[in-house]
């Protein structure tokens, strides 16, 4: 049976998984999501073997994995670990109810209780899109001139997502971040991510580089994951000053060539072995 690999582009990323799936011998079909047609309740949809999901929207990730899902396909991840991950809300009341360190994090649905929700933070504060990823509309709030107006800003923003306001303590991190990638039970590679900007995203240009994968971050990176239903995760961390280390954010779709450019690990063959082995598992 045939693999369905969801895909919205064709990143360096599926590249080396299809890659990876190639030098096995494995059959897969490149799924565009663009192309789905779903007449639910329908009993002569494709049967796959599995469904691994690279879709780059969450709100189309959420759904097609819902879709596949009740056709009775196991989607990695699961839609459980989608909803929780994509949403910067959700995964930090995992990660909270996990007793989990994560950045003081704080969450508004007005604009002044926003507004009155940064100051009690204290600045700078980071306020973040509850749904969005490569640091984009990221915004460090240095006073409330600035407070009132970027609220005022989002408020016209049409997407709802943007009238839910996630709030955070800046953290004074070195110039970096970590990047954990777990796959199953396994933290198999983390990197530094470096930049001269405070977003240190490799979509903004931060530079990788390996970072030796210690007991602290192992563990850490292993309750995160489990906290958020577990699977193929990037686990973000960031340092405090006094070296403390915070789970920011758990990737359910991640990004890894800043990764493959920084280590030996070949994350995409890792990816199709836990791919594999957890298709087995279920059957
Ligand atoms: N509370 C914070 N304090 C300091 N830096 C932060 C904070 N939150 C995020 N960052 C920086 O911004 C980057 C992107 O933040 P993140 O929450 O992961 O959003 P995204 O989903 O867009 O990647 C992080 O990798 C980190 O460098
Ligand atoms: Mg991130």
């Not at 991510?193 to 995203?201: A, E, G, K, L, Y």
């Not at 850490?220 to 994951?225: C, N, V």
Request: glycine share 6%; charged share 25%.
């Amino acid at each position: 049976m045939t693999l369905a690999v969801l895909t919205t582009r064709t990143r360096l990323e599926e590249r080396l998984i299809f890659a990876a799936l190639e030098r096995r011998g494995i059959p897969y079909a490149q799924v565009d999501d663009r192309s789905l047609i779903h007449h639910l309740g329908d009993r002569e949809v494709p049967r796959y073997l599995g469904v691994l999901n690279r879709i780059m929207s969450h709100t189309r990730s959420v759904y097609a994995t819902r879709l596949f899902e009740a056709t009775g396909h196991q989607v990695l991840n699961p839609s459980n670990v989608v909803e929780t991950c994509g949403d910067k809300i959700l995964t930090s009341l995992a990660l909270t109810k996990a007793g989990i360190p994560t950045p003081r994090t704080v969450v508004a649905v007005t604009p002044d209780a926003a507004v009155e929700a940064i100051e009690q933070l204290g600045y700078p504060a980071v306020v973040k899109p509850a749904v969005g990823s490569w640091g984009r509309l990221l915004s460090k709030v240095n006073d409330r001139d600035a407070a009132e107006t970027l609220i005022e800003h989002k408020q016209s923003l049409r997407s709802p997502i943007h009238n839910v306001y996630y709030l955070q303590e800046y953290i004074d991190k070195p110039d970096r971040d970590i990047r954990v990638i777990v796959l199953g039970d396994e933290p198999v590679a983390a990197v530094y991510r470096r930049s001269d900007h405070w977003i240190t995203n490799t979509a903004r240009g931060a530079t990788t580089t390996s970072c030796p994968l210690t007991d602290d971050l192992v563990s850490l990176a292993l309750r995160a994951s489990a906290a958020v239903g577990g699977g193929m995760l990037a686990v973000d961390l960031l340092e405090r000053s006094t070296g403390e280390l915070l789970v920011t954010e758990v990737n359910h779709t991640m990004e890894f060539h800043g990764l493959a450019a920084a280590t030996d690990v070949d994350v995409a063959d890792l990816i199709v072995t836990h791919t594999l082995s957890t298709l087995e598992r279920a059957a």
